[in-house]
């Protein structure tokens, strides 16, 4: 079982930059990949970037060239830099853990965290 918790989300002017944390914690050696999601409201949720073994990153197109994803392995840590921000990066964003154990692929959500982007 793993648990995540996002914090840094904030208002922040269009331009700006935020950067978003996800910290895990229990059984963290069976990720096998974290990701970023978003959702604004009356909207699906979406991808916006992910992380996995071996540092390999990808992101949404709408994000690519503004947006890093990171990782601190010692910290159980993964980070999404955010730069050149637009207001329709306005969302809820929520981390995702995906994990390997038992021959299963499981996912874990965090509750998220609130970025709003002002025009």
């Known amino acids: 079982q793993v648990q995540l918790v996002e914090s840094g989300g904030g208002l922040v002017q269009a331009g700006g930059s935020l950067r978003l944390s996800c910290a895990a914690s229990?059984?963290?050696?069976?990720?096998?990949?974290v990701a970023w999601y978003r959702q604004a409201p009356g909207k699906q949720r979406e991808f916006v970037a992910q992380?996995?073994?071996?540092?390999?990153?990808n992101y949404a197109d709408s994000v690519k060239g503004r947006f890093t994803i990171s990782r601190d392995k010692a910290r159980d840590t993964v980070y999404l830099q955010m730069n050149s921000l637009k207001p329709e990066d306005t969302g809820l964003y929520y981390c995702?853990?995906?994990?390997?154990?038992?021959?299963?692929?499981?996912?874990?959500w965090g509750q998220g965290t609130q970025v709003t982007v002002s025009s």
């Open positions: 229990g059984s963290t050696l069976s990720i096998i990949a």
């Open positions: 992380i996995g073994a071996g540092g390999v990153a």
């Open positions: 995702n853990a995906k994990t390997a154990t038992h021959q299963t692929v499981d996912n874990y």
